[in-house]
């Protein structure tokens, strides 16, 4: 019988981190989709105005080929395509005038838009 974590890569440490208000409140919203046990599914896309933009869910269970991690008690899965641009990114919870929301502080990124939620890398693209 297969597990349903078989084929996922697991890493002694993490890709990114999460402070520790991001993990507080990505466990709440899990709890409160009923999915105290589920993961935050951490990806890149292409779009928004910088080029490529961040995208988080949540999901019952990691993806084939996910790097899966825990952040205190915060079970993180990490797109495999999203790795090379999210080496080293910290992920924020942030309470502002305009709204709160996750926030990513990415070290990859060469340039990012307004709203914080897309960003470019270099041409060449992280680790060249």
């Not at 890569?9 to 709440?28: F, M, N, S």
């Not at 090379?84 to 929301?101: E, N, R």
Request: proline share 6%; glycine share 14%.
């Amino acid at each position: 019988m297969e597990r349903p974590n078989e084929g996922q890569q697991h890493d002694v440490g993490p890709l990114l981190q999460l402070t520790p208000l991001a993990v507080e409140q990505a466990k709440a919203v899990l709890t409160r989709k009923g999915m105290p046990e589920g993961v935050l599914r951490v990806s890149v896309t292409g779009g928004g105005c910088s080029g490529m933009q961040y995208s988080l869910s949540l999901a019952l269970e990691a993806q084939p080929g996910d790097l899966v991690f825990e952040q205190d008690g915060l079970r993180i899965a990490v797109e495999s395509a999203a790795r090379p641009y999210l080496q080293g990114a910290v992920i924020d919870y942030v309470t502002a005038l305009h709204g709160a929301g996750f926030k990513f502080l990415n070290p990859n990124a060469s340039r990012t838009c307004g709203c914080g939620s897309s960003f470019s890398v270099d041409r060449h693209g992280p680790g060249d």
